[in-house]
Nanobody
Framework: QVQLLESGGGLVQAGGSLRLSCAASGRTFSSYAMGWFRQAPGKERKFVSAIGRSAGDTYYADSVKGRFTISRDNAKNTVYLQMNSLKPEDTAIYYC???????????????????WGQGTQVTVSS
């Protein structure tokens, strides 16, 4: 079992940056692909980004491509989401998640993920 704990959220002005971290428990972190999702009030949870077991395989929603960067440090059991050029529409609770799935096409769907963190709030003011 994996426990995930997000941090790094906060309030930032439009155009600013934040870096989210997700620390995972356990010794098998490198065996999981990791994803970031976000959920705005009254809306469904949506895919933001994912990274395969190999840090070279990364995936992004069109809405964040070119602004967000996902990375992982398997030695630290941590996945990161660097968010630049933030917009008010990026405001949401951000969740990290872990999956044992190997098919990258599945990384975009919430149902693919086996474990979820509690989320961290990101608020972008205009």
């Amino acid at each position: 079992q994996v426990q995930l704990l997000e941090s790094g959220g906060g309030l930032v002005q439009a155009g600013g940056s934040l870096r989210l971290s997700c620390a995972a428990s356990g010794r098998t972190f490198s065996s999981y692909a990791m994803g970031w999702f976000r959920q705005a009030p009254g809306k469904e949870r949506k895919f933001v980004s994912a990274i395969g077991r190999s840090a070279g395989d990364t995936y992004y929603a069109d809405s964040v491509k070119g602004r967000f960067t996902i990375s992982r440090d398997n030695a630290k059991n941590t996945v990161y989401l660097q968010m630049n050029s933030l917009k008010p529409e990026d405001t949401a609770i951000y969740y990290c998640a872990a999956t044992t799935a190997y098919t990258s096409g599945r990384y975009y769907y919430t149902g693919t993920y086996d474990y979820w963190g509690q989320g961290t709030q990101v608020t972008v003011s205009s």
